[in-house]
């Protein structure tokens, strides 16, 4: 669970080719006025610890940064923030160690790697990652080592540049970051497609290079090669996001507060240009249809990694439409099934390789009827608990 903090909602300082945000800013929903008050009271309603979120936040003046951090820190002990890192100065990092800040930065790599990540042109564009990459480097000297988000996509994941996107990572483990977590590109325009998108096996290839990478590594790890191992044992009480059945009407795994206080959804679940209304309550429909929708109708019916998967993000829809699966079926089929592997070598045994497993889809199935969303591994345990009392009674 998080809560994203958006004074500014989606302005931002670059111009990110393929940005999920970008259909509000073609819309012109870019908010230029906030008021921290009711930020404040509106977070303290949601009673979480906040990440301050964009567009780019540190576009905000210092003095208003500070306010909220001061604030995180009060009533928080801390708070986070993204941020592409172009703006960060010695000021920022220090009010980062003053108030507890958790600094996460959403860059592809260095030089040509990042040239996506537009700043109007390529000199500019070089010239922001540059600021970038010494960002990072001065956090990491000062002890407040970041966390990454790599989008991966044919600037940056294919033939030498994947090589030299893996030998940056090795640089940022050298450095001393511990974390970096790994986004396929969402594809929102046929413009982005054309000129970034990696297709399944290349995205595939990519994925594998670097789970590959990280069994090198110092202490860097990805997010998602031991979550998927992890899923795959029915333990998704602390999985990311994309893994816990996400209802897009809700997005309860991320709270918005906008810069008046109003509540919004996670923006990968905003197609149209606007922020969709918070809806009540949460419901599971979307699984619901995905479990009994065939494959080649956009469902997942039969998939025997479905209650690992779950479809993933709604925000990634084949067609850009939450009640179909992930467009990332395939890329995540294989990465399963290699996760599946590893642990069946191990000695251990997945769920989605026994034959039982039926009985788990059914008891989430009716759980997500009824509107809840558990963690798999405890209804599994459930099951577990009132077989062992059916054979006490025997």
Same mark, same amino acid.
């Given at each position: 669970?998080?809560?994203?903090? !958006?004074?500014?909602?989606?302005?931002?300082?670059?111009g990110?080719?393929?940005?999920?945000?970008?259909?509000?800013? /073609?819309?012109?929903?870019?908010?230029? @006025?906030? /008021?921290? =008050?009711?930020?404040?009271? *509106?977070?303290?309603?949601?009673?979480?610890?906040f990440?301050?979120?964009?567009?780019?936040?540190?576009?905000?003046?210092?003095?208003?940064?500070?306010?909220?951090?001061?604030?995180?820190?009060?009533?928080?002990?801390?708070?986070?923030?993204?941020?592409?890192?172009?703006?960060?100065?010695?000021?920022?990092?220090?009010?980062?160690?003053?108030?507890?800040v958790?600094?996460?930065?959403?860059? /592809?790599?260095?030089?040509?790697?990042?040239?996506?990540?537009?700043?109007?042109?390529?000199?500019?564009?070089?010239?922001?990652?540059?600021?970038?990459? =010494? *960002?990072?480097?001065?956090?990491?000297?000062?002890?407040? #080592?970041?966390? +990454?988000?790599?989008?991966?996509?044919?600037?940056?994941?294919?033939?030498?540049?994947?090589?030299s996107?893996?030998?940056?990572?090795?640089?940022?483990?050298?450095?001393?970051? &511990?974390?970096?977590?790994?986004?396929?590109?969402?594809? /929102?325009?046929?413009?982005? #497609?054309?000129?970034?998108?990696?297709?399944?096996?290349?995205?595939?290839?990519?994925?594998?290079?670097?789970?590959?990478?990280?069994?090198?590594?110092?202490?860097?790890?990805?997010d998602?090669? %031991?979550?998927?191992?992890? +899923?795959?044992?029915?333990?998704?009480?602390?999985?990311t996001?994309?893994?816990?059945?996400?209802?897009?009407?809700?997005?309860?795994?991320?709270?918005?507060?906008?810069?008046?206080?109003?509540?919004?959804?996670?923006?990968?679940?905003n197609?149209?240009?606007?922020?969709?209304?918070?809806?009540?309550r949460?419901?599971?429909?979307?699984?619901?249809?995905?479990?009994?929708?065939?494959? &080649?109708?956009?469902?997942?019916?039969?998939? %025997?990694?479905?209650?690992?998967?779950?479809?993933?993000?709604?925000?990634?829809?084949?067609?850009?439409?939450?009640?179909? @699966?992930?467009?990332?079926? *395939?890329?995540?089929?294989a990465?399963? !099934? %290699? #996760?599946?592997?590893?642990?069946?070598?191990?000695?251990?045994?997945?769920?989605?390789?026994?034959?039982? @497993?039926?009985?788990?889809?059914? &008891?989430?199935?009716?759980?997500?009827?009824?509107?809840?969303?558990? #963690?798999?591994?405890?209804?599994?345990?459930?099951?577990?608990?009132? =077989?062992a009392?059916? =054979?006490?009674?025997?």
């Amino acid at each position: 669970m998080s809560v994203e903090l !958006r004074p500014l909602g989606v302005r931002c300082n670059l111009g990110c080719a393929y940005c999920y945000q970008n259909p509000q800013r /073609d819309a012109g929903n870019v908010a230029n @006025r906030y /008021d921290l =008050e009711a930020m404040k009271q *509106a977070i303290l309603a949601e009673g979480e610890p906040f990440t301050l979120f964009g567009g780019e936040p540190l576009l905000l003046p210092m003095d208003d940064l500070e306010a909220l951090w001061a604030f995180g820190l009060e009533h928080f002990g801390g708070s986070s923030v993204q941020t592409n890192a172009t703006l960060i100065t010695d000021r920022h990092i220090q009010l980062f160690e003053r108030y507890q800040v958790d600094v996460g930065v959403s860059v /592809d790599g260095p030089r040509e790697l990042n040239d996506v990540r537009w700043a109007g042109s390529l000199e500019s564009t070089r010239e922001a990652t540059e600021r970038s990459m =010494e *960002a990072i480097e001065r956090l990491c000297a000062a002890g407040q #080592a970041p966390s +990454l988000i790599v989008t991966l996509h044919r600037g940056n994941a294919v033939g030498e540049r994947l090589e030299s996107l893996c030998t940056w990572l090795r640089d940022m483990d050298a450095l001393g970051i &511990e974390r970096a977590r790994i986004h396929l590109l969402e594809v /929102d325009s046929p413009d982005v #497609a054309g000129r970034l998108e990696l297709d399944a096996e290349e995205n595939i290839t990519a994925m594998v290079a670097l789970a590959e990478l990280e069994e090198e590594m110092c202490g860097l790890e990805f997010d998602v090669f %031991r979550e998927l191992e992890e +899923l795959l044992l029915a333990d998704d009480k602390e999985a990311t996001c994309v893994w816990r059945a996400c209802d897009p009407g809700t997005t309860s795994a991320v709270r918005g507060v906008e810069g008046f206080g109003q509540r919004s959804n996670c923006g990968r679940t905003n197609k149209d240009g606007a922020d969709l209304v918070k809806a009540d309550r949460p419901t599971h429909l979307r699984q619901l249809a995905l479990y009994h929708t065939p494959q &080649e109708h956009g469902g997942c019916k039969g998939c %025997r990694f479905f209650l690992a998967c779950k479809g993933q993000c709604p925000g990634t829809g084949i067609d850009g439409d939450w009640r179909n @699966r992930t467009v990332h079926c *395939a890329e995540w089929k294989a990465l399963f !099934r %290699r #996760a599946e592997e590893r642990l069946l070598d191990s000695g251990l045994f997945p769920v989605s390789a026994q034959p039982n @497993r039926v009985y788990l889809e059914e &008891e989430m199935l009716a759980a997500w009827a009824r509107g809840e969303n558990p #963690a798999m591994g405890d209804v599994l345990a459930s099951m577990q608990a009132n =077989e062992a009392a059916r =054979e006490v009674d025997r």
